[in-house]
Structures are given as C-alpha cells and as structure tokens.
T-cell receptor, first 114, second 108 residues
Framework: DAGVIQSPRHEVTEMGQEVTLRCKPI?????LFWYRQTMMRGLELLIY????????DSGMPEDRFSAKMPNASFSTLKIQPSEPRDSAVYFC????????????FGNGTRLTVT | GQQVMQIPQYQHVQEGEDFTTYCNSS?????IQWYKQRPGGHPVFLIQ?????EVKKQKRLTFQFGEAKKNSSLHITATQTTDVGTYFC????????FGQGTELSVKP
C-alpha cells in the first residue's frame, strides 16, 4: 500500500501565478478530500469527492480555487491566480465507505506564495 | 456553522506527567475520530468512537466519548517524548469537522 501520494512536496511561486497540486488516493478508496492547514485556521476542509463527484465544495475559499477528479486515481487542486494568503500546507486524504472510515492523509504540499 | 472546539491549544508537560485534551461540539455527533500529527508530518488516524459513553484504550492512551455524543477526551498516562505532536479530534455530522488541535510538547 503506497498510501496517498501528493505532489509536489513543496511549491514556491510568485503572486499571480497558477498553482496546481496533485493527489493520487489509495487504490480502492472512493472518497477524496482536500484540506488546507494554517496556524491561524487549523485544518479546513476545502472540498470532497465521492466516486469522483464533488459533494461539498462549501469550504473552497473563492473562485480562484478549483478542484477536479477526472478519475478514481487522480485529483487536482488549482489556484489561479495565487495570492500570498494562500500560503499553507495542503493535504489530500482518502477513505472508503464514505465518512465513517478513517482518513488516510498524504504528506501534504507546502505552498509558499511570495 | 458546525464547530468542534478543542482545548487546550497548547500543553507543555514534563516527561512522565499525564496529559488530557478535550473536544466539544455544539451538536450531537455520529462518531468522533482522533488523529495525531507529528511536527512536519501529516495527521495519522488513531481511533474512532461511535457509541455513547464509549471508552477505548491504546496502551497509555485512553479515549472517551460522552454520553450525549457531544464531547470526547484523550488522556495520555505518563507521557514520553515520543508523544510529542498535535492531537486532533474530528467529529462527524454529515462531514468530518476537525478541532483546532492540542499541541503537546514533552520535556525530557
């Protein structure tokens, strides 16, 4: 079991640039979650998918953020244009059987927007 | 909105002392999960509590779920330096909502 795989591990970009974060969930898991972690706001759920379909995107900060899951083994979180306040660690997590089973987190992407 | 409050935010203990973190929700939860995040790492699942009044133990860790299913606690007996990290509760009510976490530091 390779676990949830996220890339890149670190991303440094300039304000205004587009950023794409990638996630490969654990094979067989049918739910995928994107979280953002900052000191001020803790772990925030941005969006989650069940069977590749977005179920709840109420945590997505604004239109600059978008997420896709084109198939069961891949998801992206895109920020366009990026701003310094987007600097955070972004975690992807997956589980099976919906909300009742434990989340398996990836190692995260540390994003710095200058 | 739905909130899961966790206290304290930080706890500094001497190795060998006990540690407790508390989690409270304003609404009844379907279940509660606990996670541990080591410095620089990612949250790792520890345990899930489902039943009212449930108590579970993992070695020196004791987890409780309140009778009303609105609160939970994690107690560590005789802390060790390997216990260092941030402990999160996460309550399920429709979706999983994480508390702010309690950061534990242990002085050897």
């Amino acid at each position: 079991d390779a676990g949830v795989i996220q890339s890149p591990r670190h991303e440094v970009t300039e304000m205004g640039q587009e950023v794409t974060l990638r996630c490969k969930p654990i094979s067989g898991h049918n739910s995928l979650f994107w979280y953002r972690q900052t000191m001020m706001r803790g772990l925030e759920l941005l969006i989650y998918f069940n069977n590749n379909v977005p179920i709840d995107d109420s945590g997505m900060p604004e239109d600059r953020f978008s997420a896709k899951m084109p198939n069961a083994s891949f998801s992206t979180l895109k920020i366009q244009p990026s701003e310094p306040r987007d600097s955070a660690v972004y975690f992807c997590a997956s589980n099976s059987q919906g909300d009742n089973s434990p989340l398996h987190f990836g190692n995260g992407t540390r994003l710095t927007v200058t | 909105g739905q909130q899961v409050m966790q206290i304290p935010q930080y706890q500094h203990v001497q190795e060998g002392e006990d540690f407790t973190t508390y989690c409270n929700s304003s609404t009844t939860l379907s279940n509660i999960q606990w996670y541990k995040q080591r410095p620089g790492g990612h949250p790792v699942f520890l345990i899930q509590l489902v039943k009212s009044g449930e108590v579970k133990k993992q070695k020196r860790l004791t987890f409780q779920f309140g009778e009303a299913k609105k609160n939970s606690s994690l107690h560590i007996t005789a802390t060790q330096t390997t216990d260092v990290g941030t402990y999160f509760c996460a309550g399920l009510r429709g979706k999983l909502i994480f508390g702010q976490g309690t950061e534990l530091s242990v002085k050897p």
